[in-house]
């Protein structure tokens, strides 16, 4: 029993005792960014001057495209107009034969063929560079900083940027400057996750060779490279499908291919515009295939179940279920049992079987696919032996690309143009955001009320994802008007795909136990949403965010070279009147811009764990 002067002491120890602990770091810098985002956005919003009159002006835009694209002109098929006495226009379609048919194929097949060929170069230069930027494998802190800057800078200059400068080294050297172009830009993404898969290897090979006497190199060749390889493969393969989807704003500057042709069709007047829509579906078809074979691949060539939610992932699993299961020696069956020298032993004579032979057989198509490529690309290689570099760096002429200026743009209007991308990033982010937040959660299995609910909104997550972004963004650019709005628009419905299911996969993840409680204690199902699944995904929602807006950022600067406005817009100019210095200059806004991003989302990213 306490005294009445021990009673003000109890009571302050009670209600220590019952005070909410103080909250953690993580939880304090997710709230803010999304309250930062959520500012950001509306300011972004605001700046972008959306309105619902510009709203009903992007409505008629799209209904006037509409108009104009149809009827649909498929290839093998002609569209003619005959005008009535009524004056209305009658529309005819009729069958030319099969020769525009074949000139598509051969149009798909050259496109897959740069693609092919620009991932595979940019998988060889990303080795050295991966080496580098590794930490456990870096042969000093000097060559971890150059190589990891490597790989900003590949990311941060867009692709478009080395297909025109390229062009200009090497006249008339056809498929080149873009073969060039794809490997030097995937550097950037593909040095990054090779340098991750070497930071994550086990270390006891490594150290096993260097005891032995082994050098660097053979440390590296015999213990690193046969642990990362599957890693490496499946990182090769899912850039190639990145890269396929990117080759579309290629076609703006003049490489060929199927973004070459949609963009002929789109500047091709009445007639053009009704190929606009079958050139989309022929794109959209051909990533969905490459995305499905390139998943097939994955799961032959690696003997891993792809645990992605995309489409090709989604194949390759009802692939492997429909087949008869087949005992994995290596997870199951007697191998388990025995010990580490018969393990060994076994390994070091493996058996010619079924699978050995199916994957090596496999692994030389692979091969054989790419020197294909190459061969069937036929890039002038005698044309990188005497570029023309005088052009680019005598300052008495016109193309000199050193000193970096602005030509006749000031200062003030180059910070504006980067307002304008930020603007739009931003503006796409909380637009994808908002969206995100109501098909995300409703695809998630644990969030969804039924089945059927959860398949409907996974399926619109999974549909719109597999239409390439840009592809998009051009469509909206096009139908709803040349502006920063329709760019920010297409940007923010595109993101959807990729957001909702990060979203709906991070409920997924989130521990149970919370949620069975509540439930065990008669809460609803909003009030376990509430109060379980969605504060404790929220960290993983902040980390999908930021890496929506720095693929934003890098979208919305490639949509100013189609019409969105911005800095892109300022160096499609430059590159199109071929003054270089004013490319370089643009091209290091770009990537201070990329850098900032990079490093706040990194900053931020460190705060949540």
């Known amino acids: 029993m306490t005294t009445v002067a021990e009673r003000p002491m109890a009571l302050a120890a009670r209600s220590a005792l019952v005070r909410r602990p103080a909250p953690r770091l993580s939880t304090i810098v997710s ?21 619902l009159k510009s709203l009903d002006t992007t409505g008629k835009n799209i209904a006037r495209f509409l108009g104009m694209a149809t009827p649909m002109q498929w290839p093998g ?17 009729t069958w030319v034969g099969f020769a525009p048919i074949w000139e598509m194929f051969l149009t798909i097949v050259i496109t ?16 050295p560079v991966a080496y580098g930027a590794a930490r456990n494998t870096t042969p000093h802190g000097l060559v971890l900083a150059a190589c990891r800057g490597i790989g900003v800078i590949a990311r941060a200059v867009p692709d478009v940027v080395f297909v025109v400068i390229f062009a200009f080294l090497w006249f008339n050297s056809g498929t080149l400057p873009a073969i060039v172009a794809i490997g ?53 393969l899912h850039r190639a499908d990145i890269n396929l989807r990117g080759t579309v704003i290629l076609g703006v500057v003049g490489v060929i291919g199927i973004g070459y042709e949609l963009d002929e069709a789109l500047h091709g007047g009445p007639a053009g515009m009704r190929r606009v829509i079958p050139l989309v579906v022929i794109i959209i078809v051909l990533c969905v295939l490459f995305e499905v074979v390139s998943s097939l691949l994955r799961t032959r060539l690696l003997g891993v179940q792809p645990t992605g939610k995309g489409l090709g992932d989604t194949v390759a699993r009802a692939v492997a279920r429909a087949k008869p299961a087949v005992a994995d020696a290596t997870s199951t069956g007697t191998i388990r049992t025995l010990d580490r020298h018969a393990r060994i032993e076994a390994a070091m004579h493996r ?22 490529a190459f061969v069937y690309a036929a890039p002038d290689i005698t044309k990188m032996l005497a570029p023309s570099w005088n052009e680019l760096v005598d300052p008495a002429r016109d193309r000199a690309i050193w000193p970096p200026h602005f030509g006749s743009r000031s200062v003030a209007d180059v910070t504006a143009a980067v307002v304008t991308t930020i603007q739009i990033a ?52 096009i139908a709803a008007g040349i502006g920063p709005q329709a760019g920010a628009l297409a940007l923010g419905i595109g993101g959807v795909g990729l957001l909702a299911k990060l979203i709906g996969d991070s409920m997924e993840e989130v521990p149970n136990g919370p949620e069975r409680a509540l439930a065990a204690g008669g809460s609803t199902r909003t009030q376990v949403f509430f109060s379980s699944t969605l504060p404790m995904s929220v960290p993983a929602m902040v980390s999908h965010l930021m890496y929506l807006l720095e693929q934003n950022i890098r979208s919305a600067t490639l949509l100013g070279i189609v019409g969105a406005g911005g800095i892109g817009f300022l160096l499609l100019n430059a590159l199109q009147g071929r003054h270089f210095d004013e490319v370089l200059a643009y091209v290091l806004v770009i990537i201070a811009m990329v850098v900032v991003v990079e490093s706040a989302s990194i900053l931020i990213r460190r705060a949540l764990k």
């Not at 058996?351 to 054989?368: A, C, F, M, Q, Y």
Request: aromatic residues 10%; charged residues 10%; neutral net charge.
């Open 31 to 51: 709230y803010g960014v999304i309250i930062a985002i959520l500012a950001l956005g509306v300011w972004s919003f605001i700046g972008l001057d959306y309105s």
């Open 184 to 236: 030097l830009h995937s550097v950037g993404m593909i040095s990054k996750m090779f340098a991750d898969a070497i930071e994550q290897i086990d270390e006891g090979p490594r150290l096993a060779i260097r005891s032995a006497g082994g050098s660097k190199s053979q440390e590296f060749w015999s213990g690193v490279v046969p642990q990362v390889l599957p890693a490496w493969i499946a990182v090769a």
């Open 351 to 372: 058996p010619w079987d079924r699978s050995r032979i199916g994957n090596t057989l496999w692994i030389w198509v692979g091969i054989l696919v790419v020197i294909g």
């Open 426 to 477: 931003f503006a796409a982010t909380l637009m994808g955001a908002i969206i995100s937040a109501v098909v995300g959660p409703l695809s998630a299995r644990n969030v969804a009320p039924n089945s059927w609910i959860r398949n409907t909104f996974r399926g619109i997550a999974l549909f719109i994802r597999a239409i390439p972004d840009l592809v998009v963004a051009i469509l909206f650019i």
């Open 112 to 127: 897959l063929a740069l693609v092919i060929a620009g991932t595979a170069l940019a998988a060889v230069l990303s080795v």
């Open 77 to 93: 098929w002609e569209v003619a107009g005959e005008r009535q006495a009524d004056g209305t226009t009658t529309y005819v379609t």
